[in-house]
């Protein structure tokens, strides 16, 4: 890597922190497709790999206290964890192309929904019946693009938690996924020890840029800076697309 691409991939990575530290979730939202943009989407996964483990360990145990029923989390996180194994044979095996429409076409598919049904919701009742479908979906597209948010994050906005329970929840299915997910990828040949330093690494911009992220959220006004943070994920899904296709 030269010292521009450390730059900008430093600058992708302070840009996920600041998502997180805003939602308590999300970071691979923003610095997955940045990242596959100037590299590939394994590098992508890869790099993210510590930054999700540790920092959402990090935030499951201090929202421990705010979580919903056994059941739920067996259901979501549990799911999740058998749907990344088979995702990331996919993202061993598939060409890096196929891989870069796939991350486009999961953000795209996260901007729609958001814009389209921003108020939809679900019960808690329907929820627990959902709950392992949706983890396994989620846990396959995280396997194979680095990001279940157009399942994951969306299923769980639609629940209506309130912010302690949302990022537990939220952090449990992410360190559900990852535990699984890290000697996978060294079985397939994906993580390197040269690429896990870089993952290790690439914690430090998002846990120094979380602080800001949580400040913006309570100066700004949280319409704005969704609105601000789809728009940018527009632009990626489609330079993602072009790169792929042209």
Known sequence: MTLSEVAIAFACL???????????????????PALAMMFDVQFA???MLMPNLLTNCWQAWRFRHQRLSTR??????????????????MLARLPPHFLSLGVAF???????????RPGWSIGRA?????????????????????????????????????????????????????LPQLPMLVA??????????????????VVLFMPLGARLARHLPRKLFDRVILAVLG????????DALL
């Open 188 to 205: 397939l040949g994906v993580l390197t020890p040269q690429r896990l330093l870089l993952s290790t690494c690439a914690l430090l911009p």
């Open 45 to 47: 996964v890869v790099v």
């Open 126 to 178: 329907l929820a627990r019946r959902l709950s392992a479908p949706a983890g396994l979906s989620a846990g396959l597209l995280q396997g194979a693009s680095g990001l279940s948010a157009p399942v994951s994050l969306t299923f769980l906005n639609a629940m209506k938690l309130e912010r302690p329970y949302f990022i537990f929840s939220a952090s449990l299915f992410f360190v559900a996924m990852t």
């Open 14 to 32: 302070a840009l996920g922190g600041v998502i997180k530290g805003a939602t308590g979730a999300g970071a691979p939202i923003f610095a997955v």
């Open 106 to 116: 999961a953000v795209i598919a996260y901007i729609a929904f958001r814009v389209a």
């Open 235 to 242: 632009i990626l899904a489609v330079k993602l697309l072009l």
């Open 72 to 89: 739920f989390h067996l259901g979501f996180a549990g799911a999740g964890a058998v749907g990344v194994l088979p995702g990331s044979v």
